[in-house]
């Protein structure tokens, strides 16, 4: 049965049917209806609710809990997000399962409470120190908030790292018709017990920690968090293709902008265009393999965001120079409209056309 | 090699009692501790009563960044180590998901009461069943002897040459006498373990902590333990505990702060 319900409360409640045991979070716009959800249900479904004093409070909560072995999870929004990455750092270094939620807000600074894209960086590629990856879920729809909770917290579980959903203002604000699927917590629970601290399971004593004082030691647990990051690359890569195969000009795009560029896909099309939308569902791990199905004959790429351009230099990445990239990008919470893009995308037609002639 | 062990006769080693031992919570390993250091002395005595209530299987420590980082090398519970200053935060993320097991923390006066005050003063204020270990020695020891927030006035250390100057440093903070203010607040009492007599009264302080926990009587319980920094304060050992008997204890007297009611 579908029902109608904000972003952010989808996430809280798919959360709760996920399994969680706590969350632990701080109030901060755009992301607050998840912890009000959280405050007000957690408590008579089995799990616990806190508000923390802080983002790094919560975090720090997080990893605690998480240490525990059970199903934890934090939510903010950008400034708040910023706070966490120390706990971040520590979290990932200590293989801890978590969900994080960043409802990304336009910065920087205290910035703006509308939506943007532009924590892509901070989010993706380790905002806090050290070398470290945690799995980036971008979901595009309330059904999709939704959906990516379930398979955070399983990936969490699975890989012992922490998962972040990363979504913005409009996809947290916004009331869609969701379904929950059926999830049976049970038979989705990954035996902890070999590493837990629950009071020395077995009679042995069990240590969480991210200090390895010796160079040589924590260089190899550099290169055991690497091999598992280089098998979540080969193994959980997600994204979706729209209308590629026989595109001139493909759009790439994530979260909400993949949706406004789905509709300029349909725009283009009914103009003669034929453009077509890639888009990455997973930030980390990045599909840059999937680029290579790309034609080369393709005109250009046209990489949107909600920032200055940070996506797009993965996309630059994974093309490596072989068509053109292009980038056309809002910032400070503003959203492109689908006929924006569009004109953008005729603009760079007109360029490129009149270079080559040159 | 000569054994001088050879033919000695230890028959007398059978009909000797044993007086003292190691509590066997205490991992047998050699600690990194600086000779004559307090730190050593509170691990043994956490662990002895770890032993004595019989929560080997059920307690989960909290690590503080500073000197006692590695106190899970020595403690043979289960054990976090937490991001500087948050300790209380892990333990709180812990505690309430696991509100059976017995939880403490265990940090210096750089992590509770400078980087970790938001969180000890919060954690406190919720009231977690925890029992909450600090150590007081007035020093960054761990980073090289920098002025902590602890550190008395005109104290010199490796950041306040000249001595601490409050007009520029601001004063030593009493963070024990700060919380005893709070209802989150159970027990809150200051030790130290300078003397013999002293360990001992400082292990019932503890004691009674662990106690308040086990029998859920809702709130922190607060062992704060003015200790030793011989390194960091350039004296023996000797010098540093009669330095806190004659000089420090001026500042942090010891003693019951905050009792619960009878009754």
Known sequence: ?358 | MTDFTEGIQCDYLDTMNTVWESPPTLLDTQMHYCPGCGHSVVHRLIMEIVQEFGIQDKTIGVAPVGCAVLAYNYMDIDMQQAAHGRATAVATGIKRVLPDRIVFTYQGDGDLAAIGTGETIHTINRGENIVMVFINNGIYGMTGGQMAPTTLEGSVTSTTLDGRNTSLHGFPIKIADMIALMPGAYYVTRQSVTTAKAVRKTKKALQKAFTNQIESKGGVSFVEVVSNCPAGWKMTPLESNEWIDETIIKHYPLGDIKVPEKG
């Open chain 1, 1 to 358: 049965m579908k029902v109608l319900m904000k972003g952010n409360e989808a996430l809280a409640e798919a959360a709760i049917r996920a399994g969680i045991k706590g969350y632990f979070g701080y109030p901060i716009t755009p992301q607050s209806e998840l912890l009000e959800y959280m405050s007000t249900h957690l408590k008579d479904r089995g799990g616990v609710f806190i508000q923390a004093e802080s983002e790094i409070a919560a975090i720090n909560m997080v990893y605690g809990a998480a240490g525990c072995g059970v199903r934890v999870m934090t939510s903010t929004s950008s400034p708040g997000f910023s706070l966490m990455q120390e706990g971040i750092s520590f979290l990932a270094c200590a293989e801890l399962p978590c969900l994080l939620v960043n409802v990304v807000r336009g910065g920087p600074g205290l910035g703006t409470i509308q939506p943007s894209q532009s924590d892509y960086f901070q989010t993706v590629k380790g905002g806090g120190h050290g070398d470290y990856n945690i799995i980036v879920l971008a979901p595009n729809s309330v059904q999709e908030m939704a959906d990516h909770v379930y398979l955070g917290m399983d990936l969490a579980d699975i890989y012992r790292i922490p998962v972040t959903i990363l979504a913005d203002g409009a996809l947290g604000q916004m009331m869609e018709p969701v379904e929950f699927p059926e999830y049976d917590v049970e038979s989705h629970k990954v035996d902890h017990s070999a590493w837990a601290t629950r009071g020395r399971v077995n009679g042995k004593r069990h240590v969480i920690t991210s200090l390895y004082l010796e160079p040589e030691i924590m260089e190899k647990i550099n290169q055991q968090l690497q091999k598992k990051y280089r098998e979540i690359e080969a193994k959980e890569i997600r994204f979706e293709s729209i209308q590629t195969k026989d595109a001139d000009i493909i759009i790439v795009a994530y979260g909400l902008v993949s949706r406004i560029a789905h509709k300029t896909v349909e725009l283009a099309r009914a103009d003669g265009i034929k453009v077509g939308l890639l888009r990455p569902i997973t930030l980390f791990p990045f599909p840059y393999r999937q680029f290579s199905d790309i034609s080369k004959n393709t005109d250009f790429i046209l990489t949107v965001e909600m920032n200055s351009g940070q996506m797009v230099e993965d996309v630059k990445l994974a093309i490596n120079g072989e068509i053109p990239v292009e980038f056309y990008g809002r910032m400070g919470g503003m959203i492109p409209q689908p006929e924006e893009i569009l004109e953008v995308i005729k603009e760079k037609q007109n360029q490129l056309s009149s270079r080559k002639k040159v």
